[in-house]
């Protein structure tokens, strides 16, 4: 499964990638407001060392606004991923950019409907919000293995992105259920690391090897 970094915060995605987990990066409207930085400013030092695809959502609600938020995202970098919102509008502008190559993550899904729907309209991505779906008492890994199963049922080359992801167990548990991508808040992909028996484990190897030197340093 490939992992993205769900984050505005340059620094935030530098860390997460000198330590291997950056695939790609997700950007919304929401994570933008939050830094007072320009989207333009943030996606320029993105581009400077991510190699994989940097989603970047469309503020217009109607399909020409759409497009032209679109074209000119795509201007940005040659690994934008242009997302559009799951309404009728945004199918129509991916039916339009998918014709003109633009690679595309549709936000907001919460049913495999609006997943095959997207699947349909030639979707680079989809993006299935899991924490949201469980903060209301539904099934968010659910989803994810019901979208797997349509996509395969039918050839869909649609990625699935699982997003909203809460803590490291959604992580594991969307890998199984056969996300292709999982986007992590940094606080997630931080926690992945750590395991109390690892430290512990760690602490009790050193405190037996004492003073001793390394063999490999002497
Ligand atoms: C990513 O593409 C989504 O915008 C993000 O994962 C949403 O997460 P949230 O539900 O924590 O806001």
Redesign the pocket.
């Known amino acids: 499964m490939r992992t993205?970094i769900?984050s505005a915060e340059v620094e935030n995605v530098r860390e997460a990638y000198e330590l291997g987990l950056v695939d790609g990066v997700?950007?919304?409207p929401?994570?933008v407001a939050g830094t007072d930085r320009e989207y333009r400013d943030i996606i320029d030092e993105l581009t400077e060392f991510v190699d994989g695809p940097i989603?970047v959502?469309v503020i217009a609600t109607d399909y020409e606004e759409m497009l032209e938020e679109a074209r000119e995202y795509d201007t940005w970098g040659d690994n934008i991923a242009v997302?559009l919102p799951m309404t009728r509008d945004g199918m129509k502008a991916l039916r339009t950019l998918t014709a003109e190559g633009v690679q595309t993550?549709i936000?907001?899904i919460f049913s495999v409907n609006q997943a095959l729907i997207a699947a349909k309209n030639g979707a680079t991505m989809v993006?299935p919000?899991i924490?949201?779906l469980d903060d209301n008492g539904h099934d968010g890994v659910g989803l994810i293995e019901d979208i797997r199963e349509v996509y395969d049922n039918y050839d869909f080359e649609t990625d699935i992105?699982a997003?909203?992801?809460?803590h490291p167990y959604h992580v594991q548990e969307v890998a199984k259920a056969g996300a292709d991508i999982a986007?992590l808040?940094p606080s997630v992909a931080d926690k992945m690391f750590d395991h109390p028996r690892t430290d512990s484990g760690l602490e009790a190897f050193l405190d037996d090897w004492g003073d001793r030197e390394s063999p490999a340093l002497k």
């Open positions: 993205y769900d997700t950007t919304n929401s994570l989603s959502e997302k993550n936000t907001l993006s919000f924490g949201r992105l997003a909203s992801l809460r986007t808040p």
